[in-house]
């Protein structure tokens, strides 16, 4: 489940009071895996959320935590990781999320390469086949589709074949020129709704509730 807000703001008050400044000393010090997504908390305070529009900022935040909880050194595709990621993500958040991150998934791309392999975990992360803008958008779409495809025929008598086909039409009808229509997404998720997950914390109840409205 998407993590608690705040986490930003509190780690960036954190590095500020400890070295009396607005920029973070890279330590010797290894970290322990637990301290992996605060860490990279920090780094996203301090580098890359400056680059990202103020309405886009908390969606980019839980990305990074999602990223981080799943991380504790060693070897990470990401291609297949975060099709990994959006596929367990999907179920739980609005479309406008995934849009709001694939906005800003060229600054997010920049900033996982360069970070991840400079977290000071004793197994150093190793990051390989990092999704361009183009495939991180095909990725996304083929995900969407097939969700898509599934909550129209919920409910119905239908094969998985059929499932498929739905799914192969609307990926074609949502990615145009190498960008996806976040339009025609809008027009597709309109009569399937979405409801917010009961199990949630007060202040992501309230960020799902201003997600759906934009």
Known sequence: MMPKQGKVAKASRQVRIKNGGGKVKRQGRLIDPDQL???????YALTA???????ERESCQRFL????SRLNGGNVVMDQFSARLV???LPQLPWQFFMQVANNWPTLRQFLGRELPAVPL???????SLPTEAEFNELLVAKLARQIAALTLLNKANSAD???????AMQQTLYQNGQISWAQ???????LGYTVPENVDDGTRQWLL???KV
């Not at 997404?185 to 009569?191: D, E, G, W």
């Open 37 to 43: 997504e605060n860490f990279l908390l920090v780094r």
């Open 49 to 55: 959320r400056r680059h990202i529009n103020p309405s």
């Open 65 to 68: 935590q999602e990223v981080a």
């Open 87 to 89: 596929g367990d993500l």
């Open 122 to 128: 004793r197994d150093r992360l190793r990051v390989a």
């Open 162 to 168: 059929q499932r498929e086909m739905l799914a192969t």
């Open 185 to 191: 997404v809008r027009v597709l998720y309109a009569p």
């Open 210 to 212: 201003d997600l759906v």
